[in-house]
């Protein structure tokens, strides 16, 4: 059965008027650099569906902020994240955005350096090695990753604190009656925003302009048509 609204997990809204953020938030370099240390670099973010990387060897690369991410289903069917940085010289390893890799190996396109699919560092093309060189010290940089109901979620954090599932906001109300496993991609639709990041998730966390601006949604949503929305309206 589900909970009463006043049953669930207190809302966690504005409760009292709250001053907007300074403009700078929206334009100052400092603070987007603040947000994605605090913010983007320590948050579990979804990236694709476990299905999206149904095969072995499929992969997929993702930027956050300044750092670019490639996500893989390795040769046992495990799914991976790493930096998708050369350890040598820092080079690009994956160059495109998605596809399959052709062997069991990522190999940099720069001088050769391969990775196993776990992110050890397996060859070195040079015949001269430094001495005191260990191909062991020098695996990929690992990105946690963590797997919830089909979607596939990655944390830059080094030590990320517990999992997708549990940094969810309890407030937001209960999913288990909807069978997000069984959810297909159909579609994908990738759109720049030519904005700062918090003017669309603003934009996108209230309805109060949707009479006046979606005037479709707002007949097919009856309560967007209000102009007005209460609390537990989700
Ligand atoms: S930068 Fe990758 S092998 Fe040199």
Redesign the pocket.
């Known amino acids: 059965m589900q909970p009463n609204p006043s049953e669930r997990d207190p809302y966690n809204g504005l409760t009292s008027l709250q001053p907007t953020l300074p403009s700078a938030a929206y334009w100052d370099a400092e603070a987007y650099r603040r947000d994605l240390e605090v913010i983007w670099y320590r948050s579990w973010l979804m990236v694709c569906r476990e299905a999206d990387l149904a095969e072995p060897l499929a992969f997929r690369t993702v930027r956050i902020g300044s750092q670019e991410i490639v996500v893989l289903r390795d040769e046992t069917g495990a799914l991976r994240a790493f930096h998708n940085t ?1 350890r ?4 690009q390893l994956c160059q495109e955005s998605a596809g399959r890799l052709k062997a069991r190996l990522l190999t ?1 396109p ?4 391969s990775y196993s699919l776990r992110g050890d560092l397996v060859r070195v093309p040079s015949k001269s090695l430094p001495e005191g060189f260990d191909k062991a010290d020098y695996p990929l940089y690992r990105v946690a990753l963590s797997l919830w109901r089909g979607f596939v979620f990655i944390n830059l954090a080094e030590e990320p604190d517990g999992s997708a599932e549990s940094s969810f906001d309890r407030a937001s109300g209960d999913l288990s009656n909807w069978p997000l496993e069984t959810l297909v991609t159909g579609h994908r639709l990738t759109k720049v925003m030519n904005c700062n990041w918090k003017i669309f998730w603003e934009n996108f966390n209230e309805c109060l302009h949707c009479p006046g601006v979606h005037k479709d949604l707002s007949r097919l949503v009856p309560i967007y048509g209000r102009g007005l929305m209460a609390r537990h309206d989700d």
């Open positions: 050369c040598h010289r820092g080079s940099c720069y001088h050769a350096w």
